[in-house]
């Protein structure tokens, strides 16, 4: 019996499925996508398994699973990098992911009485098993949340809005007194989202300079929309600072449908919530 192997065929096929798991890796993680480096690491993992086709025994045993490891977390490396997370948990959560969209497209394909199998029901079983593998992964989200003080939280800007998660921390005592408001405080990339190219500037002048130049930029359209201002803070065991605020024109708290309006928010480094599942402190009296 001789067998047709169309390369093509499985190179598309093998790509489709990568991308979409590094793509789905990378929501979950919480980072940036770019979406050139996905598609780099998609190619890269579907390439490298072609040469094995002719040779499939290669991936059997020890030395099989050293390759298939060896492939994925080059691909999970291209795709989205070491840090953030660390190269092993996003290769681990990669290959969970895989491994759950493989029951799926196998379960559908059971539900269907599917016996072969063609590119178009292919790409259907996939779709199919895409969605569901989502919405799986979603739901376990939301019950690892519950019961965790952890709020999804949507900022508005101007025209621009973001929705993340945060953790509502009774240890945050930050308080605003040129509103007289309590501060949430929320990651550079977080608020970034939200803010135009020149606020972003206003904020790195800041970082670079370490203080206000309130006389410089008190006539600025900038600071009469956003307002920035410094607050003092303390935490335990470290030295007392400032940190940068800026008021937010809407935050709402997805979970109870609250509406906080021009409410101040303290920007916090990227490396502060480096690896968390949240972006941001919640004030307690927020709530």
């Not at 190179?11 to 940036?32: A, E």
């Not at 989205?80 to 290959?95: E, I, Q, Y």
């Not at 019950?143 to 921390?169: N, S, T």
Request: charged share 20%.
């Amino acid at each position: 019996m001789q067998i047709i192997v169309y390369l093509d065929i499985i190179f598309f096929v093998n790509f489709i499925v990568d991308f979409f798991v590094l793509f789905l890796t990378g929501i979950i993680m919480k980072q940036k996508i770019v979406y050139w480096r996905v598609i780099a690491g998609a190619l890269f993992g579907a390439v490298s398994l072609l040469p094995f086709i002719f040779r499939p025994y290669i991936l059997t045993g020890k030395t099989g699973i050293i390759l298939c490891t060896g492939i994925s977390m080059g691909a999970v490396a291209i795709s989205l990098g070491r840090k953030k997370g660390g190269l092993v948990k996003k290769w681990f959560l990669s290959t969970t992911i895989m491994i759950l969209l493989g029951g799926m497209i196998n379960y559908l394909k059971y539900m269907t009485g599917v016996t072969s199998v063609s590119l178009c029901i292919w790409m259907f079983l996939f779709a199919g098993g895409a969605g569901g593998c989502f919405y799986m992964i979603r739901f376990l989200q939301k019950m690892l949340h519950k019961g965790k003080h952890i709020y999804l939280i949507q900022i508005r800007h101007g025209m621009r809005e973001a929705m993340d998660y945060v953790y509502m921390d009774t240890g945050n005592m930050l308080w605003d007194p040129l509103f007289s408001k309590p501060v949430i405080l929320l990651s550079e990339s977080f608020v970034g989202k939200c803010l135009t190219e020149e606020e972003k500037e206003f904020i790195e002048e800041y970082k670079k300079k370490g203080y206000i130049n309130y006389k410089k930029q008190i006539v600025l359209d900038i600071q009469k929309r956003v307002c920035f201002h410094e607050i003092a803070y303390q935490s335990v065991g470290n030295p007392s600072g400032k940190l940068l605020c800026l008021i937010m024109e809407e935050i709402v708290l997805k979970k109870n449908g609250q509406v906080l309006v021009k409410q101040p928010v303290a920007i916090g480094s990227a490396d502060l919530f480096e690896g968390k599942e949240y972006q941001g402190l919640l004030h307690f009296e927020c709530i």
